[in-house]
């Protein structure tokens, strides 16, 4: 349920901030002769301006207590006296101390009504001509008129938020655009869908035409369709789908396509005698992807070199003696500017990711590392003993555009290095795959490191899986286990499950547990059980520091959802003195273990040694720290970076004491308990409960039957995901 928006009046007193091209201001606001700093976006805000703010108060840990504005009013005067005070300061673009006297004593208190709702009349007074009465009447309806679009789609329950960010993509144009064509709204990145549209069109006194319907639904199921994976759909698909969504016949389809292509605003390419739609942006991520390899293959033409002597050398420096597998992939990885680096558990991808950035360094190299999470560079750093980061950190969001994902690093400002290698890479996208090559010099070199049988990217694509498969790319993949790795049940029943082999579930005396749990209800009050006494008391394990439940599935009797609730019950029940607040039907209290659901790349944080920064992304896993009611605000402690939200926020959190399998991607936890049900589900396949084995670092245990698990391991279905950069790759496009 979204939390009202609260409102306050004041005078500004003094503008301390204010970035001209997003509009982001810090003032002073005089009320009740009490002085309040506010923040947000006020765009032309001046000192001695009469202001009513809709947004929150928060208590921020370095500056104290603040009002973030979401929404900014200008509050009207009403007396004659007090309109020309107003309009004579210039506060309406156009009018002056001449042009506000004769406003005002032409329409004395009626003036601003006038400005308003007849516009025209502004002509009346002398030196007003219809051109600048226009120009006047626009600037008085862009500082205004928002209030009115807000009241406007609170009728068909889209939320204040909503409505600011629809302001400012259209301004004082808003509602003309949307009654022109509502199902623009679903097109557009606002998070509304179809049916809302729909609604709002019903309320137009003449229908929207039936070829504009079209075409907002098939951007509408193309967007969609990218967070399924996809970066196109096939012609015939999409056809299908959005004729059963507007319920228009074909003819009334191909025509918005056909002019959609036209335009240029979708585009269409041919592979395998299959015609493929794909929106603008993800064509341009793909081809460019591919573009871009190629050409790192074309210009990588170089005579390779033998690093066998430098490869010994370093055996003897570090005392270790590097598998035959692994000399390989050193050699290639130093031999091409573009390497892949694959293998599963125990393998040692780490031993030999070491020994390619010392050789890469000792050649003068800069080498900077990175990876998809905020886990998996963190891990990266603690194996390599180098500092690693996110991508998007690497690539430095760029935030003065909150619209649009845009990094600093791009080809004006490339990367400062020789050589990037990025762990995890199954979980990077074509669009982030994209932006990584476009910030890299040209002749830089780029190891990519990853387990092509994990899940792929939660994001559209299939990058690494598709990389491998048009072997045009050298490419390494690390398949012995090493004699300690080989001791551990979850290093050898993690290959057992992709290879297709039934793991050993008998075991007792190791690190891979199977109980056998036949009905739900069970199977849940086990799982609470192991995380709230029996691992705990066996090990020494925290509940929720070590050890995480992940599960396939968010619904269902063991679901995420349902585990959630009642591992909340258990480890962090409702107690007198710990504040708690319900957002979006969900209970959250101090001490909850929660998770960031989206990037949120303007969400600021602070540090306990006193940095601050931007960004909170999908997967962060963090601690409750604070709820005030007072405020609406929540603080969550990602691993020692706190982060502020409002009410409104914190609909981006869900509870994280269960996670799915594909919110575990690019983790590791010291213990993994991980419930599968009986009942026949589409998520029981092979390569997901391969990556969900592989998440436990020390600690496994699977409860359900071995039938299940049997059925999962067999079960070799590839999430069929609709891309064409492995024909662009292997130039099989038409």
């Not at 009513?52 to 928060?58: D, E, I, S």
């Not at 079209?214 to 369709?225: D, R, T």
Request: negative net charge; charged residues 25%.
């Amino acid at each position: 349920m979204e939390q009202q928006l609260t409102i306050i009046e004041g005078t500004v007193e003094n503008i301390v901030f204010q970035n001209e091209d997003n509009g982001f201001t810090v003032l002073e606001l005089d009320r009740n002769d009490e002085l309040l700093t506010v923040v947000g976006e006020m765009h032309g805000v001046q000192a001695g301006e009469r202001l009513k703010l809709h947004g929150y108060f928060v208590n921020h840990a370095s500056y104290g207590m603040q009002f973030k504005a979401q929404l900014c009013e200008r509050t009207l005067p009403s007396t004659a006296n007090a309109i020309e005070k107003y309009l004579a300061s210039g506060a309406v673009k156009g009018v002056g101390p001449i042009f506000a006297r004769r406003l005002v004593e032409a329409f004395g208190d009626k003036t601003l009504d006038v400005l308003e709702k007849e516009p025209h009349r502004l002509t009346e007074v002398k030196g007003i001509s219809p051109a600048k009465a226009q120009k006047i009447a626009q600037e008085y309806e862009r500082l205004f008129g928002i209030r009115t679009i807000m009241m406007y789609l609170s009728r068909f329950d889209i939320p204040s938020a909503t409505a600011i960010a629809i302001w400012k993509r259209w301004g004082a144009d808003s509602r003309g655009v949307i009654e022109n064509n509502p199902y623009i709204l679903c097109a557009e990145d606002f998070g509304i869908n179809f049916e809302t549209c729909e609604d709002i069109a019903k309320t137009l006194e003449n229908p929207v035409e039936p070829k504009k319907r079209m075409k907002a639904a098939i951007s509408y199921i193309l967007k969609g369709n990218t967070y399924n994976g996809h970066t196109c759909l096939p012609k015939d698909k999409l056809c299908t789908t959005a004729i059963n969504l507007t319920e228009d016949g074909i003819n009334v389809f191909e025509d918005a396509l056909d002019e959609e292509l036209e335009e240029q605003s979708l585009i269409s390419v041919v592979t395998n005698c299959r015609e493929y739609i794909y929106l603008p942006w993800m064509y341009e991520a793909e081809s460019f992807v591919a573009d871009r390899v190629r050409l790192m293959l074309m210009l990588d033409k170089g005579v390779s070199k033998d690093y066998s002597k430098e490869i010994a050398k370093l055996e003897k420096e570090n005392g270790i003696k590097y598998a035959e597998r692994q000399k390989q992939a050193i050699q290639a990885a130093l031999d091409n500017k573009l390497f892949i680096l694959t293998g599963g558990p125990g393998t040692g991808k780490t031993t030999a990711i070491n020994a390619i950035i010392s050789l890469l360094e000792k050649q003068g190299e800069t080498v900077f590392l990175a990876a998809p999470t905020g886990r998996a560079a963190q891990r990266m750093a603690q194996v390599t003993g180098r500092e690693a980061k996110t991508i998007h950190r690497l690539l430095e969001v760029d935030f003065t555009d909150t619209r649009t994902l845009k990094f600093r690093r791009c080809a004006n400002n490339p990367l400062p290095c020789t050589a990037v290698i990025v762990d995890e890479v199954s979980m990077v996208d074509i669009t982030l795959m994209q932006s990584l090559f476009n910030a890299m010099k040209m002749g830089a070199r780029l190891i990519l490191v990853g387990d092509a049988d994990q899940l792929p990217s939660v994001g559209a694509g299939n990058v690494l899986r598709d990389f491998i498969a048009s072997d045009k790319i050298a490419c390494v993949q690390l398949k012995e286990i090493f004699r300690q790795a080989a001791q551990s049940m979850i290093v050898t029943n993690a290959h057992a499950i992709v290879e297709g082999r039934m793991p050993v579930l008998n075991c007792k005396d190791n690190d891979f547990f199977f109980l056998n749990r036949t009905q739900p209800q069970a199977m849940l009050e086990t799982v609470v059980d192991l995380c709230c006494r029996r691992l705990p008391a066996s090990y020494g394990y925290s509940p929720t520091a070590d050890i995480q439940v992940i599960a396939p599935t968010r619904i269902g009797a063991v679901g995420t959802v349902q585990l959630n609730r009642a591992l909340q019950e258990k480890l962090n029940p409702k107690r007198e003195g710990k504040n708690e607040a319900v957002i979006e039907g969900r209970t959250f209290r101090e001490n909850d273990k929660v998770m960031q659901t989206k990037n949120n790349y303007d969400l600021p944080w602070t540090s306990e040694d006193g940095e601050s920064g931007m960004g909170v992304y999908n997967g962060d896993i963090g601690i409750i720290s604070m709820i005030d009611r007072g405020s609406k605000t929540i603080l969550v402690d990602y691993d020692g970076k706190t982060a502020e939200y409002s009410f409104e926020l914190a609909g981006q959190l869900e509870h994280a004491y269960a996670i799915t399998v594909h919110k575990s991607q690019g983790s590791e936890f010291e213990a993994v308990v991980m419930p599968i049900t009986p009942y026949s589900s589409k998520m029981h396949y092979r390569n997901l409960l391969y990556t969900a084995v592989t998440r436990a670092k020390n600690r496994l245990v699977l409860l359900g039957t071995a039938a299940v698990v049997e059925k999962m391991v067999e079960n070799n279905r590839k999430t069929v995901r609709y891309t064409n950069l492995l024909e662009m790759l292997t130039d099989e496009m038409e």
